[in-house]
Nanobody, 115 residues
Framework: QVQLVESGGGLVQAGGSLRLSCAVS????????MGWYRQAPEKQRELVAL???????IYADSVKGRFTISRDSAKNTVYLQMNSLKPDDTAVYYC?????????WGQGTQVTVSS
């Protein structure tokens, strides 16, 4: 079973930056795409950013221009660079490997942005 392990979360002031990492125990190309999702308290989990195996990227409107998803195939790691962070970005961030019907999820990493 492929495992996904997130890291890089923490507490940051508004306007600051964080970089999240998602380390995959196997090849990131064993998935159709890799994505970052987030879930704030009492809210639905939502897509933040996604990169396909072909390299195309998709971003939520709320993070366009501020967040960047990237990958390092040699390290089997997917990153989420988050700049100009806002209090509304506070959430648990999850990494997802999309491979229907058996997606893989990480355990999540907390990001807290103070005003």
């Amino acid at each position: 079973q492929v495992q996904l392990v997130e890291s890089g979360g923490g507490l940051v002031q508004a306007g600051g930056s964080l970089r999240l990492s998602c380390a995959v125990s196997g090849s990131i190309f064993s998935f159709n795409s890799m994505g970052w999702y987030r879930q704030a308290p009492e809210k639905q989990r939502e897509l933040v950013a996604l990169v396909t195996s072909g390299g195309s990227t998709i971003y939520a409107d709320s993070v366009k221009g501020r967040f960047t998803i990237s990958r390092d195939s040699a390290k089997n790691t997917v990153y989420l660079q988050m700049n100009s962070l806002k209090p509304d970005d506070t959430a648990v961030y999850y990494c997802r490997g999309v491979r229907p019907p058996n997606d893989s999820w990480g355990q999540g990493t907390q990001v807290t942005v103070s005003s």
